[in-house]
């Protein structure tokens, strides 16, 4: 999730980024809206959590895969009001390619949610 995220962050802005990387003061600022603070701040904290879970050791715990459960609902019901605000807007038909990676980000984080929920539960 984390990659596609950046993946298309990379490509809507791959203009912005030669100049920056071309500019020998690189002084050039990208401005991102408001979703994509959002998204990239949700994805920094969430794999911040996830690494610090990791590095642990061992199986995870039921009270550790409560807390990524938690996270993984933050970054749906925020991808979810993304996409609602994509289809109310029209943006769904002007950006097809965004609209169809939101709903592949919302399709790998309910799978990841799912699947520690099954680790929960199997712990």
Known sequence: ???MSL???LKRYQQELDTVMNDPRQDVLLTLDQHE???????KTLYG???ALQTQGGLMTPDAHQRVIDE???VIDETQATIDRFEASGMSESM??????LLSILDSVIKQ???HTQ???SG
């Open 96 to 101: 097809p390619e965004d609209y169809d990676k």
């Open 1 to 3: 999730m984390i990659r």
């Open 72 to 74: 993984l609902q933050t």
């Open 113 to 115: 949610q799912r699947e």
């Open 7 to 9: 993946e298309h962050l």
């Open 119 to 121: 680790g929960m539960l």
């Open 49 to 51: 959590r996830v690494q």
């Open 37 to 43: 603070s959002v998204a990239i701040e949700s994805a």
